[in-house]
């Protein structure tokens, strides 16, 4: 917080590495530094201790392992395990199933944010045209292209003075690179 100031939000992802004792302790001593949310702080398979954590935080506690599926978020919806969802196509399955966690999400008063992995500009574009399709989706986690050496899609979306801007073209407005299609197929 010191390096950037008061006003950059900072978030954090514990990656399913404490258990509740660990997080609720780390999530207190983070307080000072104005976090934004916390990712994940246990273990996945463990709905009851993301709720005795999300009851016991300072820090709202964002799920992201724990869910792959509808039936996973309507799991933490029923439970009331944390305010926030981070849903990912590449995790849920797709769009179709990645939709459907958002319209559970909404149901149930929880806000989500549209994750990735690391991924190319054509699925950042899919997961941004996801996003735009539910009023669930408040947080956008879609830089991971940023840190490729090479990009194999031609348009996409862009990220300029720190947002997210799909293209206006049809359909995603992405699509391979011929030339780099053609590049592979000679390594072939």
Same mark, same amino acid.
């Given at each position: ?7 950059? @939000?900072?978030?954090? $992802? ?8 660990? *997080? ?21 398979? $463990? +709905? ?9 935080? +300072?820090?709202?506690? !964002? ?9 996973? *978020? !309507? ?6 395990? %944390? +305010? =926030? ?10 769009? =179709? ?15 989500? !944010? %549209?994750?990735? !992995?690391?991924?190319?500009? @054509? ?17 956008? $986690? @879609? ?23 799909? +293209?206006? *073209? ?6 391979? $690179? ?8 000679? %390594?072939?």
């Amino acid at each position: 917080r010191n390096a950037v100031g008061e006003e950059p @939000l900072i978030r954090i $992802d514990a990656n399913q590495g404490w258990n509740r004792i660990q *997080a609720v302790q780390n999530l207190q001593r983070f307080e000072p530094f104005g976090i934004q949310f916390v990712e994940q702080p246990c273990r996945r398979s $463990d +709905p009851q201790a993301l709720k005795y954590i999300s009851e016991h935080s +300072p820090i709202p506690v !964002m799920a992201d392992e724990s869910i792959f599926s509808p039936h996973d *978020a !309507m799991t933490l919806v029923r439970e009331d395990a %944390v +305010p =926030y969802f981070n849903v990912k196509l590449s995790k849920s399955g797709g769009i =179709y199933n990645a939709l459907r966690i958002a319209h559970i999400a909404e149901a149930g008063g929880r806000v989500c !944010m %549209v994750g990735c !992995m690391s991924e190319s500009p @054509l699925g950042l574009t899919a997961a941004a045209h996801l996003a735009l399709a539910s009023r669930a989706f408040q947080f956008f $986690d @879609l830089d991971s292209f940023l840190e490729h050496a090479e990009n194999p899609i031609i348009g996409g979306v862009q990220i300029e003075k720190g947002m997210v801007e799909v +293209p206006d *073209a049809p359909g995603l407005g992405a699509e391979p $690179d011929p030339t780099y299609l053609k590049k592979l197929e000679e %390594v072939h």
